[in-house]
T-cell receptor, first 113, second 114 residues
Framework: EADIYQTPRYLVIGTGKKITLECSQT?????MYWYQQDPGMELHLIHY???????EKGDLSSESTVSRIRTEHFPLTLESARPSHTSQYLC????????????FGPGTRLTVT | GDSVTQMEGPVTLSEEAFLTINCTYT??????LFWYVQYPGEGLQLLLK?????DKGSNKGFEATYRKETTSFHLEKGSVQVSDSAVYFC?????????????FGTGTRLKVLA
């Protein structure tokens, strides 16, 4: 069973607030990812990291930022939340084990009012 | 570039029916192929995988065979249950021009009726 955690699971917040979505994994994986999942189910990669102090933007432009100071921790921050940020955010990690299967957290459903 | 195409849903079946969800891919090199499942309110979890041509991945009664000649990785199950209702994602991973890529399909929703 994957040991990857996300908090909070649900968040309703007003426009303009700063928020941080937490993601932690206890598997020691180097690679970590943030995806945004729209109501149509499609996953969009917004950030990834291949190790400590390494972060890159993904395929979908996002106003969020990430940091990777510790291997196990990969938080995502929105400096000023807007209704357009309302979505499901999924965190994942991976490590080579014959292939790079990804392990996902349960997700954070964010609603910005 | 690399891509994954899977059939659009929703797919609606009666319990004990046969399931096929089509997935085809475009990739340079030799990618690994995956099927993930997402149950309501949860993240994705790996269902099965195959790392080379002609490999068959299987789990929980689901199967998929890595077909290089048709660039396909179709998901099948002989007899679906109501508990199989979920969204299924096909994915590939591999290196393209020295860059590691992980690409998901758009997902196919399966509804199984009792």
């Amino acid at each position: 069973e994957a040991d990857i955690y996300q908090t909070p699971r649900y968040l309703v917040i007003g426009t303009g607030k700063k928020i941080t979505l937490e993601c932690s994994q206890t598997m020691g994986h180097d690679k970590m990812y943030w995806y945004q999942q729209d109501p149509g189910m499609e996953l969009h990669l917004i950030h990834y990291s291949y190790g400590v102090n390494s972060t890159e933007k993904g395929d979908l432009s996002s106003e969020s930022t990430v940091s990777r100071i510790r291997t196990e921790h990969f938080p995502l921050t929105l400096e000023s939340a807007r209704p357009s940020h309302t979505s499901q955010y999924l965190c994942a990690s991976s490590e080579y084990q014959g292939s790079y299967e990804q392990y996902f957290g349960p997700g954070t459903r964010l609603t910005v009012t | 570039g690399d891509s994954v195409t899977q059939m659009e849903g929703p797919v609606t079946l009666s319990e004990e029916a046969f399931l096929t969800i089509n997935c085809t891919y475009t990739a340079t090199g030799y990618p690994s192929l995956f099927w993930y499942v997402q149950y309501p309110g949860e993240g994705l979890q790996l269902l099965l995988k195959a790392t080379k041509a002609d490999d068959k991945g299987s789990n929980k009664g689901f199967e998929a065979t890595y077909r290089k000649e048709t660039t396909s990785f179709h998901l099948e199950k002989g007899s679906v249950q109501v508990s199989d209702s979920a969204v299924y994602f096909c994915a590939l991973s591999g290196f393209t021009s020295g860059t590691y890529k992980y690409i998901f399909g758009t997902g196919t929703r399966l509804k199984v009726l009792a």
